[in-house]
Nanobody, 126 residues
Framework: EVQLQASGGGLVQAGDYLRLSCAASGFSVDDYMIGWFRRVQGMEREGVVC????????TYADFVKGRFTISTDSAKNTVYLEMNSLKPEDTAVYYC???????????????????WGQGTQVTVSS
């Protein structure tokens, strides 16, 4: 059974760093397409970054380019989202998700993803 457990959210100040984790089970993070998404209150869930390790493909949303980094730890079967220079507009619930069919390039649209974690709240104060 595919399961995702997101963690690492919290309350930080603008300019701070935060690292989110997504612990996976039931599959290998190296084999699936992985995405981080977020939902700002009152808005639709939007893609932040996707990765298809099989193809070495990574795509970032423009609003996080140069600030956020996705990575994986195969030994821990965990996906990370490192967030630098956080802004108040980054405040959202962040979700990790996976799709069984990695693509090249990876797809950053939520409709493509089959499995979702429960979300972790990130709040950035000004």
């Amino acid at each position: 059974e595919v399961q995702l457990q997101a963690s690492g959210g919290g309350l930080v100040q603008a300019g701070d760093y935060l690292r989110l984790s997504c612990a996976a089970s039931g599959f290998s993070v190296d084999d699936y397409m992985i995405g981080w998404f977020r939902r700002v209150q009152g808005m639709e869930r939007e893609g932040v970054v996707c990765m298809s390790s099989k193809f070495g493909s990574t795509t970032y949303a423009d609003f996080v380019k140069g600030r956020f980094t996705i990575s994986t730890d195969s030994a821990k079967n965990t996906v990370y989202l490192e967030m630098n220079s956080l802004k108040p507009e980054d405040t959202a619930v962040y979700y990790c998700a996976v799709d069984q069919t990695p693509t090249q390039p990876c797809i950053i649209y939520r409709e493509y993803y089959d499995y979702w974690g429960q979300g972790t709240q990130v709040t950035v104060s000004s």
